[in-house]
């Protein structure tokens, strides 16, 4: 009888011991807790299509999206984050290229050509996108780190993240050209980027979309009300370049009146404080009127609804007023799976999609929504704390990137069914129906683990 070679038991025994490891610090609270809020999506889509006679397709397309997400998640969890590295360059062209190809060949759905049509599936490519930008900008940020507060540098990265945004903008796609803001934002931050800049750019957000829902709400009001002044800022925001010259000017010599005064007051303000203050409001003034060309007169009202959803109680804040309905008629306990009257009976709009929290928050009540606000908070904190732990600079960034995302997804998809955010077409990730952004948001937890496990793995 033959020897066993000592080679072989030895290799046998380290392909066990990396197997175990594997097993063992894989962060299984991230993996469960994503995994359990698809199990909960996938009961709550059934329960949404039920009454419309194709609940079979519809859970049948989610469970091979759920299955396929899965096998990537964990293809990509023993991936090598640090493999992305070498390639960041290439995933930005490859996203610009996805776009490139979804305005020439893409399918127009309810004015947005935003998917690739393949008979047997349907592809979002700007789900993709999304990830291969965070590793091109965390690539970006990671290569030559002590020159993130160059000019150069981060001018050539908003110019790029520009480029991005404005394709989204063509499909037209507002609410995922939005969701680039607070990746940008958190991966500057964290890479190391001026805090003048950062607050500059906060600020610039800040005054373009207070602009843009000023020109929505005075366009959806009877401007006879307001004084003429009024009259003139609406125009301005309308893109009437005689009335925005003068508004500007008008900022613009108030100004100087009060840096004037503040520097003969002896504070010490330097000259470019005011420059600066110029080009960020006529940059906002700007940004706002080209918006209102990109943004459908649809979204614009559906955007304002969440300030006031009587101004339009039949159109656009008929959304906000039936979901509050319904979230609020399951109080404690809810009404049951299947029983809810304001879902079922089909008063709230996309409940299979954007708005799928409001039917689990009829069907299972505070305590239903809680523990769904609950999985989400683990997701959250399970990237923070692999941000923090990350081995390097490049796992930081990119845990960063998927963190903020998952973040503003989940912020906002609640806020818009509890009226306290605009709504913008968000999905609840995990949960709400769409296989390309259910696939796309368990790569990212693959990618998270992956980082997460580098720190136990060589």
């Known amino acids: 009888m033959s020897e066993i070679n000592p080679l072989l038991i030895k290799h046998i025994e380290e392909e066990e011991s990396f197997i175990k490891r594997i097993i063992y610090k894989t962060n299984w609270k991230l993996i469960l807790s994503a995994t359990g809020l698809s199990i909960i999506g996938f009961i709550m889509i059934y329960s949404a299509t039920l009454n419309t006679g194709?609940?079979?397709?519809?859970?049948?397309?989610?469970?091979?999206?759920?299955?396929?997400?899965?096998?990537?998640?964990?293809?990509?969890?023993?991936?090598?984050?640090?493999?992305?590295?070498?390639?960041?360059?290439?995933s930005y062209i490859l996203g610009i290229v996805l776009l490139l190809i979804v305005l020439i060949l893409g399918t127009r759905f309810r004015a947005t050509r935003?998917?690739?049509?393949?008979?047997?599936?349907?592809?979002?490519?700007?789900?993709?996108?999304?990830?291969?930008?965070?590793?091109?900008?965390?690539?970006?940020?990671?290569?030559?780190?002590?020159?993130?507060n160059t000019f150069r540098k981060i001018l050539i990265a908003i110019i790029l993240s520009i480029i991005t945004i404005i394709l989204i903008m063509l499909q037209p796609d507002l609410s995922n050209a939005i969701l680039y803001f607070p990746i940008i934002i958190s991966i500057f931050f964290l890479a190391g980027v001026d805090k003048t800049f950062l607050i500059t750019s906060l600020l610039y957000l800040f005054i373009t979309s207070n602009l843009f829902l000023l020109r929505i709400y005075f366009s959806l009001s009877d401007m006879l009300l307001f004084p003429s002044w009024v009259s003139k800022f609406y125009l301005a925001l309308s893109g009437s370049w005689k009335e925005l010259i003068f508004i500007i000017s008008f900022i613009f010599l108030i100004l100087l009146i009060i840096w004037w005064v503040f520097k003969n007051l002896r504070f010490h303000i330097p000259n470019y404080?005011?420059?600066?203050?110029?080009?960020?409001?006529?940059?906002?003034?700007?940004?706002?009127?080209?918006?209102?060309?990109?943004?459908?007169?649809?979204?614009?009202?559906?955007?304002?609804?969440?300030?006031?959803?009587?101004?339009?109680?039949?159109?656009?804040?008929?959304?906000?007023?039936?979901?509050?309905?319904?979230?609020?008629?399951?109080?404690?306990?809810?009404?049951?799976?299947?029983?809810?009257?304001?879902?079922?009976?089909?008063?709230?709009?996309?409940?299979?999609?954007?708005?799928?929290?409001?039917?689990?928050?009829?069907?299972?009540?505070?305590?239903?929504?809680?523990?769904?606000?609950?999985?989400?908070?683990?997701?959250?904190?399970?990237?923070?704390?692999?941000?923090?732990?990350?081995?390097?600079?490049?796992?930081?960034?990119?845990?960063?990137?998927?963190?903020?995302?998952?973040?503003?997804?989940?912020?906002?998809?609640?806020?818009?069914?509890?009226?306290?955010?605009?709504?913008?077409?968000?999905?609840?990730?995990?949960?709400?129906?769409?296989?390309?952004?259910?696939?796309?948001?368990?790569?990212?937890?693959?990618?998270?683990?992956?980082?997460?496990?580098?720190?136990?793995?060589?």
């Not at 997400?69 to 960041?88: D, V």
């Not at 935003?114 to 993709?128: K, M, V, Y």
């Not at 929504?369 to 923070?384: A, D, E, K, N, R």
């Open 54 to 90: 194709k609940a079979e397709i519809f859970v049948s397309k989610q469970l091979f999206a759920l299955i396929f997400g899965i096998i990537l998640m964990i293809i990509f969890s023993l991936l090598n984050y640090q493999i992305y590295h070498a390639y960041y360059k290439y």
């Open 114 to 148: 935003a998917w690739l049509d393949f008979n047997i599936i349907t592809i979002q490519p700007s789900e993709i996108v999304k990830i291969l930008f965070i590793i091109f900008l965390a690539g970006y940020f990671d290569q030559n780190w002590e020159k993130n």
């Open 273 to 458: 404080y005011l420059i600066i203050s110029i080009t960020l409001i006529l940059s906002s003034f700007i940004s706002a009127i080209a918006l209102n060309k990109f943004v459908k007169p649809y979204q614009q009202k559906r955007i304002i609804a969440f300030i006031n959803p009587n101004v339009a109680p039949a159109d656009a804040g008929y959304q906000v007023i039936q979901t509050r309905i319904a979230i609020g008629s399951g109080r404690l306990f809810g009404k049951g799976l299947f029983q809810g009257t304001q879902t079922q009976l089909g008063f709230v709009p996309e409940k299979h999609t954007d708005f799928i929290f409001s039917l689990i928050g009829e069907e299972f009540g505070f305590m239903g929504t809680s523990f769904v606000v609950l999985l989400f908070t683990l997701i959250i904190l399970q990237g923070i704390n692999i941000m923090l732990t990350s081995r390097d600079s490049f796992g930081s960034l990119l845990a960063c990137g998927i963190t903020s995302l998952f973040s503003f997804y989940f912020l906002v998809n609640i806020g818009m069914c509890l009226g306290i955010m605009p709504v913008i077409g968000l999905p609840l990730p995990f949960v709400s129906y769409g296989g390309s952004n259910l696939v796309s948001a368990f790569i990212s937890i693959g990618i998270l683990n992956s980082i997460h496990l580098r720190k136990f793995i060589y």
